[in-house]
C-alpha cells in the first residue's frame, strides 16, 4: 500500500515547503505584483466576499446562501493538516484563492483530493487562475497525494479551458445535476494526474 498523504505537524501551519520557491511570498512573476502564498486567517473576510460574488450572482457555485468568513475559515482550519489553500495576493489585496479538500470520506480515496479556485470578478482573466492552481498541485504533489478532481457547472468555458491548459482531463459529465438560477445545469469533472 503506498504512503498516506503527507501530514504536517499539529504545529505547522503552513504546507511544508516542495524544495523550491515559485510561489514563495516575495515572488512577484506573472502578473505585476501578484504574489501566491499559503491562505493565512486573515485572508478570509476576503475570500467569504470573493466566494460570495460566485454564489449570489452566478452558477458557478451551487450555493444559495452567503457564507460568512468564520465558516470558510473552519473548513480551513479543520482540513489544513492534509489539504493546502493558497491565496493571490496584490499589495494588500486577496484576489483569488484555491483550495483542496477531501473528495470522497472512505480510507482508500485518501490520495485523491478535489481542487477549486475563485478569483475576483474584476481579475480573471490574468494568468492569477493558473497561478494558483498550479502552487496547488504542487503542492498536493508534494504532500503525496496520486490525482486531483474539480468540478466545473456548465457553461464555463474559461474554467473548463483552465482545466485543459493545467493537463486535467475531462472524466466526465452529470446532466442536470444542480438547480440554480432558474435552470438544470451539467457539471463536468476533470482529473489531473499527480506522478
Avoid at 23 to 51: H, K, L, Q, W
Avoid at 114 to 139: N, S
Wanted: hydrophobic residues 40%; charged residues 20%; proline residues 7%.
Amino acid at each position: 500500500m503506498p504512503d498516506k498523504p503527507h501530514t504536517p505537524s499539529s504545529h505547522d501551519t503552513r504546507p511544508p515547503s516542495t524544495g523550491s520557491t515559485p510561489f514563495c511570498p516575495t515572488d512577484t512573476a506573472g502578473p505585476s505584483g501578484v504574489i501566491v502564498r499559503p491562505t493565512v486567517e486573515a485572508d478570509f473576510p476576503a475570500i467569504a466576499e470573493i466566494t460570495n460574488h460566485y454564489i449570489l450572482t452566478t452558477a458557478i457555485h451551487f450555493g444559495y446562501e452567503a457564507v460568512t468568513a468564520e465558516e470558510l475559515c473552519a473548513a480551513w482550519r479543520e482540513g489544513l493538516a492534509v489539504y493546502p489553500w493558497f491565496t493571490a495576493e496584490e499589495g494588500a489585496a486577496v484576489i483569488g484563492y484555491a483550495k483542496a479538500g477531501l473528495w470522497r470520506a472512505r480510507a482508500a480515496y485518501r490520495w485523491t483530493a478535489e481542487v477549486g479556485l475563485y478569483v475576483h470578478p474584476q481579475r480573471r482573466g490574468g494568468g492569477i487562475g493558473t497561478r494558483l492552481y498550479t502552487a496547488l498541485l504542487d503542492e498536493l504533489r508534494a504532500r503525496g497525494f496520486r490525482s486531483a478532481v474539480g468540478g466545473v457547472t456548465l457553461p464555463n468555458e474559461a474554467s473548463v479551458k483552465l482545466h485543459e491548459k493545467l493537463a486535467f482531463t475531462c472524466v466526465g459529465r452529470f446532466a442536470q445535476a444542480g438547480y440554480k438560477m432558474d435552470r438544470w445545469h451539467d457539471v463536468a469533472f476533470f482529473q489531473r494526474m499527480l506522478p
